[in-house]
């Protein structure tokens, strides 16, 4: 008997939160290197207060046409 075991991976955009695979997936990332950006998410789970937004977004095929504000405010939200 052969068993055939198969993984599907599926993320969600951070903007709509659509179901898209990784194929159609840009992800933006906060820095444009990926070591910083990487110790930038890794310091940001830490230290939430200290750093907040996201260090790296994965944005859908439809959400590409939205308005780049709304990216950077998930990215870089305004501080209070």
């Known amino acids: 008997m052969v068993t055939k075991i198969e993984t599907t991976e599926h993320l969600l955009c951070d903007l709509c ?3 898209m695979s990784p194929q159609e997936a ?3 990332y906060r820095s444009d290197n990926k ?13 939430q ?3 907040p937004g996201q260090a790296n ?4 095929p439809a ?18």
Do not use: H
């Open 35 to 47: 070591i910083t950006a990487a110790k930038m998410m890794a310091s940001s789970l830490v230290r």
């Open 63 to 80: 959400c590409r046409q939205r308005p780049v504000g709304e990216v950077l405010a998930l990215m870089y939200p305004p501080r209070s």
């Open 49 to 51: 207060n200290d750093n």
């Open 17 to 19: 939160g659509r179901e």
């Open 26 to 28: 840009v992800t933006l």
């Open 57 to 60: 977004v994965d944005i859908c």
